[in-house]
């Protein structure tokens, strides 16, 4: 596991086969398929498993923005709470069951210490923009999640306006810091509005899988 202030991995810096990436130091190349079924043996929940497919989903964009690898972002945000349904005790369980699941695996250390710098209470400084695009995201993504789910017409047509207004209103989607979710964009030097927007546009082509379609997908407005 990469320890707190070694340098991360350089993100895309050699080319990966189609479907597959190289994963530093570890040697290990990703591969989503693999990452899915490790998802599916360790998360029973299906609104966690479709956080984690959001999350993946908005890391992956923030690799096409940032330049970083796309796959290794992706699969970043997607094992980000592996452990979460088996071990939710922040005292004594997530995130710290996946990490070592994920160095037994041979996943790459840069990926390892994002999962563990997502959660401040492990105190791990976010050093990377991929560490930093994933505390901006998370729970981000679970607030978009939360405003599509209410809305006749689903993700389609959400606005950050309309995002921005529901983070004005604290008894919905209580349970999400709102504080990590504007400290989130401050840290990775983006406009809330803008982040809120590629998040938006990173899940509606996902709306069926991650049950934000509506019953009215593409009308009105957010």
Same mark, same amino acid.
């Not at 901006?136 to 006749?152: H, K, Q, S, T, W």
């Not at 082509?205 to 997908?217: F, Q, S």
């Given at each position: ?7 991360? #991995?350089?993100?895309?810096? *050699?080319?990966?086969?189609?479907? &597959? ?10 591969? /989503? ?10 998360? /029973? &929940? ?41 071990? +939710? ?5 997530? +995130? ?7 160095? /037994? ?6 990926? =390892? ?21 994933? *505390? ?18 689903? =993700?389609?047509?959400? #606005?950050?306006? &309309? ?18 979710? #504007? ?12 982040? =809120? ?14 049950? =934000? ?10």
């Amino acid at each position: 596991m990469q320890r707190a202030g070694q340098a991360p #991995t350089e993100p895309g810096s *050699a080319p990966a086969e189609p479907g &597959s990436s190289r994963a530093g130091q570890a040697g290990r190349q990703l591969s /989503r398929a693999e990452a899915l079924a490790l998802l599916d043996e360790w998360v /029973r &929940s299906d609104s966690l498993r479709r956080h984690c497919l959001a999350v993946e989903a908005a890391m992956r964009a923030q690799a096409r923005e940032r330049g970083g690898e796309q796959e290794l972002w992706g699969l970043t945000g997607l094992l980000h709470d592996l452990d979460y349904d088996r071990y +939710p005790d922040p005292q004594s369980g997530h +995130p710290r069951m996946a990490m070592a699941e994920l160095e /037994r695996l041979g996943y790459p250390p840069e990926l =390892i210490r994002a999962v563990a710098s997502h959660a401040d209470y492990l105190g791990v400084p976010r050093e990377s923009e991929m560490e930093r695009a994933l *505390a901006a995201v998370d729970e981000l993504c679970g607030f978009i999640l939360a405003c599509a789910y209410v809305r006749p017409s689903g =993700i389609h047509g959400l #606005t950050p306006k &309309s995002v921005r207004k529901k983070l004005g209103q604290p008894s919905f989607a209580a349970a999400v810091n709102r504080e990590d979710i #504007t400290h989130g964009a401050q840290d990775l030097g983006v406009e809330l509005d803008r982040l =809120i927007e590629s998040v938006i546009a990173a899940l509606e082509p996902l709306a069926v899988e991650l049950g =934000i379609d509506g019953g009215e997908a593409g009308a009105g407005g957010g």
